[in-house]
């Protein structure tokens, strides 16, 4: 290849890039949920770049006939603005200020909540559409629109009478929003600190805000055939998707899955709260001529 060829590829190369960088765009995004018959839905509202942004007006579409508008709050990168908010025939304004403009930062701008009609139907949608949105610097009068591309990313809430998980952490939203946690980030750490995580007090009925030991399962014994067993006991939830998996081990090494429905000592007990309290038995013998001195059990709780 001759030598002026070579500089017209960089050449072009080099304009092919510059063109890719001019044409990159901010993005307005709000997500698709689904939400329960007269349960909130908190939905966000993202801008994937506030450079040079100091206000921002936004206008948000829904319908009224599905869904009922609550409140708007700025959250995440939105805590930087100041908030102001109205509602009229299915329009939400919102206009975001700050004296002024961010240098860098992206995330949400805005968490909507909406109360999904009480007699709204299963498959039915409200489209949240963003109908108009400027984004603007600290002079108060120059629109990035006007000098950047900013696009907008519609989403709808979908009206469903089964489990709702936004978050898609494996614990439903009504539960996490009964304990203030969020029902967009999922709940995947331990929000009280107690060693426990959030999947596992919802496992087992326990409060994820306060920090307590209270309520995780207990070793005891058990006389089966006349031999005594070591027993785990606790509370399950009743037709969760979770599995519940005791395991047994002699050297905290090797576990071994116990089947429930044959080592269960009694019939599990409804305490009636969507909950019944189990007790397993293992296999390793603590007593009698072929006794172990060690043994030991555990939950696992996993999603299904």
């Not at 908190?42 to 579409?61: E, G, H």
């Not at 240098?103 to 009480?118: A, E, I, M």
């Not at 967009?184 to 306060?210: C, F, R, V």
């Not at 089966?224 to 519940?244: S, V």
Request: proline letters at 4%; charged letters at 20%.
């Amino acid at each position: 290849m001759n030598r002026f060829l070579k500089k017209t590829i960089i050449v072009a190369l080099s304009l092919c890039m510059a063109a890719s960088a001019s044409f990159a765009q901010r993005q307005l995004a709000i997500p698709n949920f689904v939400g329960r018959p007269g349960n909130i839905v908190s939905i966000p509202i993202t801008l994937d770049s506030a450079s040079s942004v100091a206000a921002a007006r936004i206008k948000v579409n829904y319908n009224p006939q599905i869904v009922d508008f609550v409140v708007a709050k700025n959250d995440g990168l939105g805590a930087a603005f100041e908030l102001s908010q109205s509602a009229k025939d299915g329009v939400i304004t919102l206009m975001l200020t700050r004296s002024t403009s961010l240098l860098t930062g992206s995330g949400r701008l805005v968490v909507l909540q909406f109360r999904v009609n009480s007699g709204a139907q299963s498959g039915l949608s409200s489209d949240l559409a963003l109908a108009e949105y400027d984004l603007s610097d600290d002079s108060g009068v120059k629109s990035i629109n006007l000098t950047e591309p900013v696009t907008a990313s519609n989403g709808r809430i979908t009206v469903t009478l089964g489990t709702v998980d936004n978050n898609s952490d494996n614990i439903p939203d009504d539960w996490e929003a009964s304990f203030g946690l969020s029902t967009i980030d999922p709940n995947t750490g331990d929000s009280d600190g107690d060693g426990i995580n959030d999947l596992l007090e919802y496992a087992l009925g326990m409060n994820p805000t306060i920090a307590t030991r209270k309520g995780l399962p207990t070793i005891g014994t058990a006389t089966i055939n006349g031999i005594e067993k070591l027993t785990l006991e606790f509370n399950r939830r009743r037709n969760a998707a979770i599995d519940y998996l005791v395991e047994e081990s002699s050297d905290l090494s090797r576990w071994q899955v116990i089947d429930q429905t044959t080592h269960m000592v009694d019939t599990p007990i409804d305490l009636g709260n969507g909950f019944e309290e189990v007790k397993v038995h293992g296999d390793i013998q603590m007593s009698g001529p072929n006794s172990q001195t060690k043994g030991f059990l555990r939950l696992r709780v996993s999603p299904q």
